[in-house]
């Protein structure tokens, strides 16, 4: 079973950059789905980007122009840029990883089965 380990999250001034990092352990990590998602106290948690096996990415909304998603498969990484911090963007950030995805649930947390124990972005004014 694929373990995943989030790294790189720290406290930040708005308008500044981080780059977070999933790093995986387990087989097959290239055929992996590996997701990001993010959840801020008192809020649900929230789809923050994915990207599939082939390169294929999925952005939301409040992050596009924003945020970069790329993958090294020679380190079993998956590297989330992020750009240009908002106070709203303050959340803990998750990454999760599945095998198989169908492509209209990859934007949902119930799509997959494992989970990193999470690294806090703080975003201050």
């Known amino acids: 079973q694929v373990q995943l380990v989030e790294s790189g999250g720290e406290l930040v001034q708005a308008g500044n950059s981080l780059r977070l990092s999933c790093a995986a352990s387990?087989?097959?990590?290239?055929?992996?789905?590996i997701a990001w998602f993010r959840q801020a106290p008192g809020k649900e948690r929230e789809f923050v980007a994915a990207i599939r096996s082939n390169g294929y990415t999925y952005y939301t909304d409040p992050v596009k122009g924003r945020v970069t998603l790329s993958r090294d498969n020679a380190k079993n990484t998956v590297y989330l840029q992020l750009n240009s911090l908002k106070p709203e963007d303050s959340a803990v950030y998750y990454c999760?990883?599945?095998?198989?995805?169908?492509?209209?649930?990859?934007?949902?947390?119930?799509?997959?089965?494992?989970w990193g124990q999470g690294t806090p972005v703080t975003v201050s004014s």
């Open positions: 999760a990883a599945s095998r198989t995805v169908i492509l209209s649930t990859t934007r949902n947390h119930l799509a997959y089965h494992n």
């Open positions: 387990g087989p097959s990590f290239r055929s992996y789905t």
